[in-house]
C-alpha cells in the first residue's frame, strides 16, 4: 500500500493505515498529520489495535464493522492518546476499507471554534487552581474507572511522585499502601468509595477510614464521593474527596485515654465531679458518685441532691450554696458531710468546690470524695488513744489495788491457821470476795495489756474442744451451739487468757438472743493485712457469730471500751479484756454487725506454721518450807509485813526495807548471806530494778525475785538470776517462786 500511502502522506487530516490480520487490525503507516497530533504514534507501528485501543471496544468493533460489510463507518466520539491522558478535542473518525484487506482511519478535529476553546481553557485553569488550593485530597475518575485529574495532596497522600504516577490508572495507592475500613478489615478495590459510586451511580457518605502508608505509617481519612453525570443522566465519573484527619484522631485518642485515666483516678480516690448553678439550683453530677454513695442516677438539680444528704446536714449544706450567690470568681469552698445512700448506709463526703464567674452566669464546680473511711480510721485512732489513756488508768488502780489484795491474801493464809472452826465459814467468804477482787483486776490488767503470759504452743481447735461441755453451759438449751474447726491451727499463745476471750465474746453472744438463737464458733484460717508493713500474712481465726439483735454504729464504736456496757448487771470489761488480751497476743480483733441480724467477732492471731503441740507435764510440788536469808523490800508496808510473816512461817531468816535506799543501807549493815530479794518493782525514788542492780553490784549471785501489782516482769538484761511473781500471791506460790529461784 506504499504507493497509495504516498497520497496519503499529503492528506491534511491525521490518516492511519492498518493491515487485517487474523481478525485484529497492525497499524502500518501513519501520515504527516497524524504524526503532527500526536509524535508517539509513528513509533509504534506495528502493533495491534487490541494494543493501542484495548480501554476503546468501540474502536475496534468500528474497524470490524467497516471491513466486514466493505463500506465506510464514521462516529464521533471523545477520545484518549496512548499516553491515556483525557482528550480534549471531540473527533469524527471515519473507518474507510480498501481492497485487499486494508482499513484507513481518517481522523478529524471537530472541537469547539478557539474563542470557545480558550474559554474552556480559562475555566478548567480556574477549576484546577481551586481544586489544588484544597486541603483535602481530590480524586476525579472517568467511567472507567481511571483517573482522569487529581491534586497535589492526592499525589502526596497516596504515596506518588508526581500526577503522572496515578493519572490513567484504576489503583492509585503506591506499593505497601492499602486502604482499611473504620474496623480495620481491609478493603478490595470494588469497595473504595470513588468506584463504588460508578457502579451504584449514588453517592457515598463521608465514612472514616484507616490508610496503611507503610510497614509502620497509619493515617486516618474521612472519604466521600459524588457521581457524575452526562448531559443524558448516565454516570460520566466520579469525585472523590479525602481528608486527612489524622491528627484530629489523634487529639480524640488522646483526649479519650486523658478521660479514661482520669476516669480510673477518680475511681481509685473515690471520687466524683459536680457542677450546680447556685440561681438556679440546677445542676449535673457524674455518674461515677451515683455508684460511690448509692445515689439516685441522673440527679439534676440541688433539692433532689439535698434528698441524699444526711438531715443533720442539710442546712450546713444549703448554706454553702447560698455563700456561692456573693462570691467573687475564684474562690472556693470545703466542706464535709454524711450522705445517706439508696441502701441505707450512711458514708462521709468531703466536697471541693469552686466559683466560677463566666459573663453573666455563675456556676459552682467541685468534687466530691468518699471519706467514710479516713473519717473511720480517725475514730479507730482516737478510740486507741481513748483505750491507751483508760488503759493506763486502769493499770494503776489494778497495781494499788493488786497492793492490797497481796496483803489481805498474805493475811488471811496466816489467819487461817490459827483461826477457830467457828470463824472458818466467814473466813472463806472473805477469801471468796478476795478471789472475786482477783479476778477483776486480772480483768484490768488484761485491757491495759499488763496481764502476764505464759505463752504456749496450742492447737486452737483443741482447745475449743476442750471447753465446749462449759459453753453449751453456758449458752442454755434455748440455743443453738455449732462448732466447726479445721485441724492443724496452732498459735502462740496463753490458754488460759484465749480461753478467757472466747468464753467472753460466748457469753455476749448469749446476751444478744434473750430468746434464743444460734451461736456458732468456728476455728480456721485466712489473709490478713499487717498493720504497718501492709503486707499479706496468714493468720488463725477464732470466730464467734451469733443470730442477735445486732447493734448499730453507736454501739460497735464503744463495745471495747472499758466499762461500757448494754447489761443491766454487766461489768463493762468482758470485751474490753478480750481487746487487750488479743493486742498483747499481736492479734486482732473485729466486729461485723447488722441491727437484727446478729454479729460475728474474728479474733485473728499470728498462724504458726507445722507446728507441734507442746505436751507439758505437771511440775512436782515444790516443798513448803526453806531455809536462808530474805530480804524483802516494798514501799507498801501491808505488803511488805504480810510477806515477812509468811516467809518466817515457812522457815526463812528475813530481813526488810520500806525503799531502795534503805534496802542498800539495810544489806551493807548486814554481816551474814542474804540468798535473794524479793522486791516490788514500782517505788518511788529508786525502782526495784536500780535496787537489784547496787544489791548485785555489792553481792555478786544475789538472787532476786520481782513482786509486782502490774504483773509484768522488769526488762533488764544487766540483772541476772532473777524470777517475777505477780501480786497477789499466796504464801504456796511465794513458797514455790523461791524455791525454784534458789535452786535454779
Same mark, same amino acid.
Given at each position: 500500500?506504499?504507493?497509495?500511502?504516498?497520497?496519503?502522506?499529503?492528506?491534511?487530516?491525521?490518516?492511519?493505515?492498518?493491515?487485517?490480520?487474523?481478525?485484529?487490525?497492525?497499524?502500518?503507516?501513519?501520515?504527516?498529520?497524524?504524526?503532527?497530533?500526536?509524535?508517539?504514534?509513528?513509533?509504534?507501528?506495528?502493533?495491534?489495535?487490541?494494543?493501542?485501543?484495548?480501554?476503546?471496544?468501540?474502536?475496534?468493533?468500528?474497524?470490524?464493522?467497516?471491513?466486514?460489510?466493505?463500506?465506510?463507518?464514521?462516529?464521533?466520539?471523545?477520545?484518549?492518546?496512548?499516553?491515556?491522558?483525557?482528550?480534549?478535542?471531540?473527533?469524527?473518525?471515519?473507518?474507510?476499507?480498501?481492497?485487499?484487506?486494508?482499513?484507513?482511519?481518517?481522523?478529524?478535529?471537530?472541537?469547539?471554534?478557539?474563542?470557545?476553546?480558550?474559554?474552556?481553557?480559562?475555566?478548567?485553569?480556574?477549576?484546577?487552581?481551586?481544586?489544588?488550593?484544597?486541603?483535602?485530597?481530590?480524586?476525579?475518575?472517568?467511567?472507567?474507572?481511571?483517573?482522569?485529574?487529581?491534586?497535589?495532596?492526592?499525589?502526596?497522600?497516596?504515596?506518588?511522585?508526581?500526577?503522572?504516577?496515578?493519572?490513567?490508572?484504576?489503583?492509585?495507592?503506591?506499593?505497601?499502601?492499602?486502604?482499611?475500613?473504620?474496623?480495620?478489615?481491609?478493603?478490595?478495590?470494588?469497595?473504595?468509595?470513588?468506584?463504588?459510586?460508578?457502579?451504584?451511580?449514588?453517592?457515598?457518605?463521608?465514612?472514616?477510614?484507616?490508610?496503611?502508608?507503610?510497614?509502620?505509617?497509619?493515617?486516618?481519612?474521612?472519604?466521600?464521593?459524588?457521581?457524575?453525570?452526562?448531559?443524558?443522566?448516565?454516570?460520566?465519573?466520579?469525585?472523590?474527596?479525602?481528608?486527612?484527619?489524622?491528627?484530629?484522631?489523634?487529639?480524640?485518642?488522646?483526649?479519650?485515654?486523658?478521660?479514661?485515666?482520669?476516669?480510673?483516678?477518680?475511681?481509685?480516690?473515690?471520687?466524683?465531679?459536680?457542677?450546680?448553678?447556685?440561681?438556679?439550683?440546677?445542676?449535673?453530677?457524674?455518674?461515677?458518685?451515683?455508684?460511690?454513695?448509692?445515689?439516685?442516677?441522673?440527679?439534676?438539680?440541688?433539692?433532689?441532691?439535698?434528698?441524699?444528704?444526711?438531715?443533720?446536714?442539710?442546712?450546713?449544706?444549703?448554706?454553702?450554696?447560698?455563700?456561692?450567690?456573693?462570691?467573687?470568681?475564684?474562690?472556693?469552698?470545703?466542706?464535709?458531710?454524711?450522705?445517706?445512700?439508696?441502701?441505707?448506709?450512711?458514708?462521709?463526703?468531703?466536697?471541693?468546690?469552686?466559683?466560677?464567674?463566666?459573663?453573666?452566669?455563675?456556676?459552682?464546680?467541685?468534687?466530691?470524695?468518699?471519706?467514710?473511711?479516713?473519717?473511720?480510721?480517725?475514730?479507730?485512732?482516737?478510740?486507741?488513744?481513748?483505750?491507751?489513756?483508760?488503759?493506763?488508768?486502769?493499770?494503776?488502780?489494778?497495781?494499788?489495788?493488786?497492793?492490797?489484795?497481796?496483803?489481805?491474801?498474805?493475811?488471811?493464809?496466816?489467819?487461817?491457821?490459827?483461826?477457830?472452826?467457828?470463824?472458818?465459814?466467814?473466813?472463806?467468804?472473805?477469801?471468796?470476795?478476795?478471789?472475786?477482787?482477783?479476778?477483776?483486776?486480772?480483768?484490768?490488767?488484761?485491757?491495759?495489756?499488763?496481764?502476764?503470759?505464759?505463752?504456749?504452743?496450742?492447737?486452737?481447735?483443741?482447745?475449743?474442744?476442750?471447753?465446749?461441755?462449759?459453753?453449751?453451759?453456758?449458752?442454755?438449751?434455748?440455743?443453738?451451739?455449732?462448732?466447726?474447726?479445721?485441724?492443724?491451727?496452732?498459735?502462740?499463745?496463753? #490458754? @488460759?487468757? =484465749?480461753?478467757?476471750?472466747?468464753?467472753? *465474746? $460466748? !457469753?455476749?453472744?448469749? +446476751?444478744?438472743?434473750? /430468746?434464743?438463737?444460734?451461736?456458732?464458733?468456728?476455728?480456721?484460717?485466712?489473709?490478713?493485712?499487717?498493720?504497718?508493713?501492709?503486707?499479706?500474712?496468714?493468720?488463725?481465726?477464732?470466730?464467734?457469730?451469733?443470730?442477735?439483735?445486732?447493734?448499730?454504729?453507736?454501739?460497735?464504736?464503744?463495745?471495747?471500751?472499758?466499762?461500757?456496757?448494754?447489761?443491766?448487771?454487766?461489768?463493762?470489761?468482758?470485751?474490753?479484756?478480750?481487746?487487750?488480751?488479743?493486742?498483747?497476743?499481736?492479734?486482732?480483733?473485729?466486729?461485723?454487725?447488722?441491727?437484727?441480724?446478729?454479729?460475728?467477732?474474728?479474733?485473728?492471731?499470728?498462724?504458726?506454721?507445722?507446728?507441734?503441740?507442746?505436751?507439758?507435764?505437771?511440775?512436782? #510440788? @515444790?516443798? =513448803?518450807?526453806?531455809?536462808?536469808?530474805? *530480804? $524483802? !523490800?516494798?514501799?507498801? +508496808?501491808?505488803?511488805? /509485813?504480810?510477806?515477812?510473816?509468811?516467809?518466817?512461817?515457812?522457815?526463812?531468816?528475813?530481813?526488810?526495807?520500806?525503799?531502795?535506799?534503805?534496802?542498800?543501807?539495810?544489806?551493807?549493815?548486814?554481816?551474814?548471806?542474804?540468798?535473794?530479794?524479793?522486791?516490788?518493782?514500782?517505788?518511788?525514788?529508786?525502782?526495784?530494778?536500780?535496787?537489784?542492780?547496787?544489791?548485785?553490784?555489792?553481792?555478786?549471785?544475789?538472787?532476786?525475785?520481782?513482786?509486782?501489782?502490774?504483773?509484768?516482769?522488769?526488762?533488764?538484761?544487766?540483772?541476772?538470776?532473777?524470777?517475777?511473781?505477780?501480786?497477789?500471791?499466796?504464801?504456796?506460790?511465794?513458797?514455790?517462786?523461791?524455791?525454784?529461784?534458789?535452786?535454779?
Amino acid at each position: 500500500m506504499s504507493g497509495s500511502f504516498d497520497i496519503l502522506e499529503h492528506v491534511p487530516i491525521p490518516a492511519y493505515a492498518f493491515r487485517v490480520v487474523d481478525g485484529d487490525f497492525v497499524l502500518d503507516e501513519v501520515n504527516a498529520a497524524g504524526r503532527a497530533h500526536n509524535p508517539a504514534l509513528a513509533k509504534l507501528r506495528g502493533r495491534s489495535m487490541s494494543h493501542l485501543y484495548g480501554d476503546q471496544p468501540q474502536t475496534q468493533e468500528d474497524a470490524s464493522r467497516a471491513v466486514a460489510e466493505k463500506t465506510t463507518v464514521v462516529r464521533e466520539m471523545a477520545v484518549r492518546r496512548y499516553d491515556r491522558t483525557e482528550a480534549t478535542m471531540l473527533l469524527r473518525l471515519s473507518y474507510v476499507y480498501v481492497e485487499p484487506a486494508r482499513l484507513v482511519i481518517f481522523m478529524q478535529d471537530i472541537s469547539t471554534p478557539p474563542i470557545a476553546e480558550a474559554a474552556v481553557r480559562e475555566s478548567e485553569t480556574r477549576y484546577r487552581t481551586l481544586v489544588d488550593s484544597l486541603p483535602d485530597a481530590v480524586l476525579l475518575r472517568g467511567s472507567d474507572g481511571r483517573v482522569l485529574a487529581c491534586n497535589a495532596v492526592a499525589v502526596r497522600l497516596f504515596g506518588a511522585t508526581n500526577e503522572y504516577d496515578l493519572l490513567g490508572k484504576s489503583s492509585v495507592f503506591a506499593p505497601g499502601y492499602r486502604l482499611r475500613a473504620e474496623s480495620g478489615q481491609p478493603l478490595e478495590p470494588r469497595e473504595y468509595p470513588s468506584l463504588k459510586v460508578l457502579a451504584t451511580g449514588e453517592p457515598e457518605p463521608a465514612k472514616l477510614f484507616e490508610l496503611e502508608a507503610g510497614e509502620h505509617a497509619r493515617k486516618w481519612v474521612r472519604v466521600a464521593a459524588q457521581p457524575l453525570r452526562s448531559a443524558s443522566g448516565t454516570v460520566s465519573g466520579s469525585v472523590t474527596t479525602f481528608t486527612d484527619i489524622s491528627a484530629l484522631i489523634e487529639t480524640q485518642k488522646a483526649l479519650h485515654d486523658s478521660s479514661a485515666r482520669l476516669d480510673l483516678a477518680l475511681a481509685a480516690a473515690k471520687m466524683g465531679v459536680w457542677e450546680i448553678d447556685p440561681f438556679t439550683r440546677l445542676g449535673f453530677w457524674s455518674d461515677n458518685l451515683s455508684s460511690i454513695f448509692r445515689l439516685v442516677p441522673g440527679l439534676s438539680s440541688l433539692e433532689e441532691f439535698l434528698g441524699s444528704v444526711h438531715p443533720d446536714d442539710r442546712s450546713s449544706v444549703a448554706v454553702v450554696s447560698e455563700r456561692a450567690l456573693s462570691a467573687a470568681h475564684g474562690d472556693t469552698f470545703e466542706h464535709e458531710f454524711r450522705i445517706v445512700g439508696q441502701d441505707a448506709m450512711t458514708r462521709w463526703a468531703r466536697a471541693f468546690a469552686r466559683v466560677l464567674h463566666e459573663a453573666d452566669k455563675v456556676r459552682l464546680v467541685g468534687t466530691i470524695m468518699d471519706v467514710t473511711e479516713p473519717h473511720h480510721l480517725e475514730e479507730e485512732l482516737r478510740r486507741a488513744h481513748r483505750l491507751e489513756s483508760i488503759g493506763r488508768l486502769a493499770g494503776g488502780i489494778a497495781h494499788d489495788f493488786n497492793n492490797l489484795l497481796a496483803a489481805m491474801v498474805g493475811a488471811l493464809e496466816l489467819v487461817e491457821e490459827q483461826c477457830p472452826p467457828s470463824a472458818l465459814e466467814d473466813l472463806g467468804t472473805i477469801r471468796h470476795a478476795a478471789s472475786r477482787a482477783t479476778e477483776l483486776t486480772r480483768q484490768l490488767l488484761a485491757f491495759a495489756r499488763k496481764q502476764p503470759v505464759a505463752y504456749k504452743v496450742i492447737d486452737l481447735s483443741a482447745m475449743v474442744s476442750n471447753v465446749e461441755r462449759m459453753l453449751r453451759r453456758l449458752v442454755g438449751a434455748d440455743i443453738d451451739l455449732a462448732i466447726t474447726s479445721d485441724s492443724g491451727i496452732h498459735v502462740r499463745a496463753d #490458754p @488460759s487468757l =484465749l480461753e478467757q476471750v472466747l468464753v467472753n *465474746l $460466748v !457469753v455476749n453472744a448469749r +446476751e444478744a438472743m434473750p /430468746n434464743g438463737g444460734h451461736v456458732g464458733v468456728r476455728v480456721g484460717s485466712t489473709l490478713h493485712t499487717t498493720v504497718g508493713s501492709g503486707a499479706l500474712k496468714t493468720f488463725a481465726v477464732l470466730e464467734v457469730s451469733d443470730s442477735g439483735i445486732g447493734m448499730d454504729e453507736e454501739t460497735r464504736t464503744k463495745i471495747f471500751d472499758p466499762f461500757f456496757t448494754t447489761k443491766v448487771s454487766g461489768t463493762g470489761l468482758g470485751l474490753a479484756s478480750s481487746y487487750g488480751i488479743v493486742k498483747q497476743h499481736g492479734g486482732y480483733i473485729d466486729v461485723d454487725t447488722t441491727p437484727g441480724k446478729g454479729t460475728r467477732f474474728r479474733v485473728l492471731l499470728p498462724l504458726l506454721e507445722d507446728a507441734a503441740i507442746r505436751k507439758e507435764s505437771m511440775p512436782a #510440788p @515444790s516443798p =513448803l518450807q526453806g531455809k536462808g536469808c530474805i *530480804l $524483802v !523490800v516494798d514501799d507498801e +508496808e501491808l505488803v511488805r /509485813n504480810t510477806t515477812v510473816r509468811m516467809l518466817k512461817s515457812l522457815g526463812y531468816q528475813v530481813l526488810s526495807a520500806g525503799s531502795g535506799q534503805e534496802a542498800l543501807e539495810c544489806a551493807a549493815r548486814h554481816t551474814g548471806y542474804i540468798d535473794a530479794v524479793v522486791c516490788d518493782v514500782a517505788m518511788p525514788g529508786m525502782d526495784g530494778p536500780s535496787v537489784a542492780r547496787e544489791l548485785q553490784r555489792a553481792r555478786p549471785g544475789l538472787q532476786v525475785l520481782f513482786a509486782s501489782g502490774y504483773a509484768t516482769a522488769p526488762d533488764d538484761d544487766l540483772l541476772t538470776g532473777r524470777s517475777f511473781l505477780p501480786k497477789p500471791y499466796t504464801r504456796t506460790e511465794l513458797a514455790e517462786k523461791l524455791h525454784e529461784l534458789l535452786s535454779g
